[in-house]
Antibody, heavy 118, light 109 residues
Framework: EVQLVESGGGLVQPGRSLRLSCAAS????????MHWVRQAPGKGLEWVSG????????GYADSVKGRFTISRDNAKNSLYLQMNSLRAEDTALYYC???????????WGQGTLVTVSS | SSELTQDPAVSVALGQTVRITCQGD??????ASWYQQKPGQAPVLVIYGKNNRPSGIPDRFSGSSSGNTASLTITGAQAEDEADYYCNSRDSSGNLDVVFGGGTKLTVL
């Protein structure tokens, strides 16, 4: 059974940093791209960032480019999101998601909540 | 980056058929995937590729595509199908970039 468990969310002041983690199990982690997708309260899904199986290809949404960094450790079956210079508009539930072919995301974690507020 | 456009809300009578659409330039090159999200829950993939259902998804869910428009059809909608539905596809601009539609709230009357 595929499991994705996010951690690291919390309340943080504007301008500060936070690092999210995602522990993956139930599949061969280093065979698949992984993504972070967020959902602001009462809003829709927004793709944040994606990383290929070997970290050779990485992408970011324009809204986070230059502030967020995605990474993975295949030896630890883990995905990370380093979030710097956080803004109020980054407040959201952040989902870790397993990539499949052509942009499909086939499994999602339960999310970790990030609240940016003074 | 690409955009995908969905109607904000759609309703259907119990047992009837409903189509939810998604429009965007990226759909001329890539198939859409569709996700169902119920309140307080993570999204669940319901359709991917040309018209594929993951294991456990009822066969009343189907997908189709024409030009820049993808559609999710629910044939014989059930009360438990009331949810938000999102489309997504690979973004035309990047190898890994992904784009989501704004979502459609489906109400089953």
């Amino acid at each position: 059974e595929v499991q994705l468990v996010e951690s690291g969310g919390g309340l943080v002041q504007p301008g500060r940093s936070l690092r999210l983690s995602c522990a993956a199990s139930g599949f061969t982690f280093d065979d698949y791209a992984m993504h972070w997708v967020r959902q602001a309260p009462g809003k829709g899904l927004e793709w944040v960032s994606g990383i290929s199986w070997n970290s050779g290809s990485i992408g970011y949404a324009d809204s986070v480019k230059g502030r967020f960094t995605i990474s993975r450790d295949n030896a630890k079956n883990s995905l990370y999101l380093q979030m710097n210079s956080l803004r109020a508009e980054d407040t959201a539930l952040y989902y870790c998601a397993k990539g499949a072919a052509a942009g499909t995301v086939d499994y999602w974690g339960q999310g970790t909540l990030v609240t940016v507020s003074s | 980056s690409s955009e995908l456009t969905q109607d904000p809300a759609v309703s259907v009578a119990l047992g009837q058929t409903v189509r939810i659409t998604c429009q965007g330039d990226s759909l001329r090159s890539y198939y859409a995937s569709w996700y169902q999200q119920k309140p307080g829950q993570a999204p669940v993939l319901v359709i991917y590729g040309k018209n594929n259902r993951p294991s456990g998804i009822p066969d009343r869910f189907s997908g189709s595509s024409s030009g820049n428009t993808a559609s999710l059809t629910i044939t014989g909608a059930q009360a438990e199908d009331e949810a938000d539905y999102y489309c997504n596809s690979r973004d035309s601009s990047g190898n890994l970039d992904v784009v989501f539609g704004g979502g459609t709230k489906l109400t089953v009357l």
